[in-house]
């Protein structure tokens, strides 16, 4: 159970002085987070990474598409409709410090879990399960209930906000940049700590800019580019063999502590275009309902876009331009 | 010697006392060389960038000197420091984003800022154009506004402004933390460029991202709660650091290649000291392994190998 599925997803957001200009943020973005996975959903700014993670998590709409969680469209879901939702999906965000209220104790944020959702468990079996949930998130619960969000640290606060999340026995967690405002001595046990709910059956979105941590942490990578999937795939081929020349790029600016990659591992698929070695007749930037693919399987779950899918007439692979 | 800082001492002064922010730094940075000072949030790093062009209203000088070029800087002294700041010692802040008055042409505000140091704009326009050139800018960007450019453009603007009057010394404090990877490697690489056309003599680049400092800086300072850790020469530190803060500081940052199912990285338990009123002796004790009671009195920064110096009881 926790199946969540994005079929042609799109948004659109009106922009300009009276809303009359539009900014197509995500496009066609599909793809399936398994159970028990944690896909890393990798791109720069403006590229729509936390669009789509909002999305997710209905904080914003959807302009067309579908997202399916176990098999039920949530896009249209509204008002007490989505709290079951709610209860199995929840986000946690990029800075922890202004998720807290700095005028009430931390904890605060459990009792409102309790408040809206669990308004009919008994006072001893709620702090039981808070206490637990702190527990999960390997934090010392005497340590850190009571205090005021300036009494604790940033990698403090941040898993607290997960054990919010854990409280409301969840499938899915979105987690968008969640350790880009930590320290590096406490940034790795969050990254941890993703990896332990993992085993218990938990599927993340981890929204990064950060291709190390993306690449430490999970099983699958998705690479956005403006809004569109360029390349998909197992975290190790996507990164042990990156097939988009933007992946590649992006590849090559991570500056690496113990001596550069090699890019010999992809130098034969450098300025290639495999999509349209694949399907020269394709259109990879056609919408998804009026085709099969926008992407290319180059090898088994390993995807990738047309090369140029920005000016698709300048791809030299491509059939359809001549 | 470009820079001597000996002694450094700058508090905060707060209503519940003074946060010992830099308690007690000295090192040196030679003509040319680029030194890298990273630490974690709260260890005093930015105060000690701060400190060597502009104290704010908080912060108080409580003792120590800095000499820039044989010459002491009155640190102190806001209204004396004036001579010094953009001449000699410059900065560029780490939101270049807000550093840029939206309300101007980049050229227009540029007159302006250098006309009001007492410079003829025309004396400098020429040089000015030629470095916006060697950063990888059109002249054209002088008639755009702010927010007609991206932010590694804007930082790379605000990067050729402060270094026009080939400063000694340059202050970059997080230059690279907001940007994008690809446009961090060209805000990177423009950096090392100001000091290979000796824009600059020499250079403090401030930041958290160890992986940024491998590849520009030539030396790396590494600091702790207010104290020096450890300083060496970049690759020394990444490779063979031996105090146990940067040891353990460096094997918990994830790479591209390590992933959490071939080996589980370790943070560092605990957290640093309030600066407030901060423990007697070795302040990384709290959090260190090989910590004992010989800790409890404050180790010296010694030396320990060639340009490797270090303060720990432990391994010098």
């Not at chain 2, 600066?275 to 070795?282: R, Y």
Request: glycine share 10%.
């Amino acid at each position: 159970m926790g199946k969540l599925e994005l079929k042609g997803v799109n948004k659109v957001y009106r922009v300009g002085t009276f809303g009359g200009d539009t900014l197509h943020a995500v496009k066609d973005v599909s793809f399936t987070a398994e159970p028990g996975q944690i896909i890393s959903l990798i791109g720069e700014s403006g590229s729509g990474k936390s669009t789509i993670g909002k999305m997710i998590l209905r904080l914003t709409r959807v302009s067309s598409g579908q997202i399916l969680f176990d098999g039920k469209d949530v896009s249209t879901l509204k008002g007490a409709d989505l709290r079951p939702y709610q209860r199995r999906v929840q986000g946690v965000f990029q800075d922890p410090f202004s998720s807290y209220n700095p005028i009430f104790k931390a904890d605060r944020v459990f009792g409102m879990v309790k408040d809206t959702f669990y308004g009919d468990v008994s006072r001893s079996e709620w702090d039981g399960r808070v206490w637990q949930a702190l527990k999960d998130v390997a934090l010392d619960p005497d340590g850190v209930l009571g205090k005021y969000p300036h009494q604790l640290s940033g990698g403090q606060l941040q898993r607290m906000l997960v054990a919010r999340a854990l409280l409301l026995d969840i499938d899915f967690l979105v987690a968008d940049e969640i350790i880009s405002m930590l320290d590096a001595s406490t940034r790795v046990d969050v990254l941890n700590l993703l990896g332990d709910l993992k085993a218990g059956g938990l599927g993340v979105l981890f929204v990064t800019h950060d291709l190390s941590l993306g690449n430490y942490i999970s099983d699958r990578a998705i690479i956005l580019r403006k809004g569109r999937i360029v390349e998909s795939g197992k975290t190790a081929d996507v990164f042990d063999h990156p097939s988009h020349p933007y992946t590649q790029m992006l590849l090559e600016s991570v500056p690496a502590l113990h001596g550069g990659r090699d890019p010999g591992l992809w130098a034969d698929r450098k300025g290639r275009c495999l999509f349209h070695e694949r399907y020269p007749q394709a259109d990879a930037t056609a919408p998804a309902t009026a085709q099969d693919l926008s992407l290319a399987e180059i090898e088994p779950g390993h995807l990738v876009t047309c090369a140029h899918v920005d000016e698709p007439e300048r791809c030299p692979d491509s059939r359809r331009a001549a | 010697m470009t820079l001597r800082v000996d002694d450094l001492k700058v508090y905060y002064t707060t209503l519940a006392g003074d946060v010992r922010a830099l308690d007690g730094v000295t090192f040196e940075i030679a003509d040319g060389e680029i030194m890298g000072l990273a630490g974690e949030s709260g260890c005093g790093k930015t105060t000690l960038g701060n400190s060597l062009i502009r104290l704010d209203g908080r912060m108080r000088h409580v003792g120590g000197s800095v000499e820039l070029d044989g010459q002491v800087l009155p640190i102190g002294d806001s209204e004396a420091m004036d001579r010094h700041r953009f001449h000699d010692i410059s900065v560029v802040p780490q939101y270049a984003m807000s550093a840029l008055n939206p309300t101007r042409k980049i050229g227009r505000m540029s007159r302006e800022l250098i006309e009001s140091r007492g410079i003829r704009y025309a004396s400098v326009k020429d040089v000015y154009e030629m470095r916006l050139g060697l950063v990888g800018l059109r002249e054209s960007v002088l008639d755009l506004y702010p927010m007609e450019l991206s932010g590694g453009m804007k930082q790379r603007v605000v990067m050729v402004l402060s270094t026009l009057l080939d400063p000694s010394l340059l202050i970059a404090d997080e230059i690279t933390s907001a940007l994008d990877v690809s446009t961090q490697k060209a805000v990177a690489e423009s950096l090392v460029g100001l000091r290979d056309h000796a824009f600059v003599k020499s250079m403090l680049v401030i930041t958290h991202d160890l992986s940024i400092l491998h590849e520009v800086a030539d030396t790396i300072l590494i600091m702790y709660a207010g104290h020096l850790a450890e300083k060496a020469p970049a690759d020394v530190i990444i490779d063979r650091p031996r105090h146990p803060y940067t040891k353990l500081l460096i094997s918990s940052l994830p790479e591209v290649g390590v992933r959490f199912e071939d080996k589980r990285l370790a943070g560092i338990p605990g957290r640093p000291p309030s600066l407030l009123d901060p423990p007697a002796g070795c302040r990384f004790r709290a959090r260190c392994p090989l910590a004992d009671e010989q800790c409890l009195e404050q180790p010296p920064f010694v030396d320990v190998g060639e340009g490797h110096q270090l303060a720990c009881w432990k391994v010098s």
